[in-house]
């Protein structure tokens, strides 16, 4: 599974970004697909999920402000986020998980950088 972030950028506090996620490969093998952050001088952290029945799980953080959904056809998910805090500031990556007997596998994109500032 290959994954490709897009997406971010600068944007001032108040405002919205949506990040997109392309997969490839072995898409029929995904069972969900989320995206975390890390902040400089952060550890990574979970930001949301989503399975392929389209449930989904987001940080409190975020909860209310950031959305996460799934184009099945495009093979693509997204992340609307809005009303930015700098608090967000952070590069954001996709992730993939497949699930076979008892192995989950992690899959990451690049990373897309964004900045909440004025």
């Known amino acids: 599974v290959q994954l490709q972030a897009s997406g971010g950028g600068l944007v001032q506090p108040g405002g919205s970004l949506r990040l997109s996620c392309a997969a490839s490969?072995?898409?029929?093998?995904?069972?969900?697909m989320g995206w975390y952050r890390q902040a400089p001088g952060k550890q990574r952290e979970f930001v949301a999920v989503?399975?392929?029945?389209?449930?989904?799980n987001y940080a409190n953080s975020v909860k209310g402000r950031f959305t996460i959904s799934r184009d099945n056809a495009k093979n693509t998910m997204y992340l609307q986020m809005n009303n930015l805090k700098p608090e967000d500031t952070a590069v954001y990556y996709c992730?993939?998980?497949?699930?076979?007997?008892?192995?989950?596998?992690?899959?990451w994109g690049q990373g897309t950088l964004v900045t909440v500032s004025s």
């Open positions: 989503i399975n392929n029945g389209g449930m989904t």
């Open positions: 992730n993939a998980y497949t699930i076979a007997g008892t192995t989950h596998t992690d899959y």
């Open positions: 490969g072995s898409i029929g093998t995904i069972k969900g």
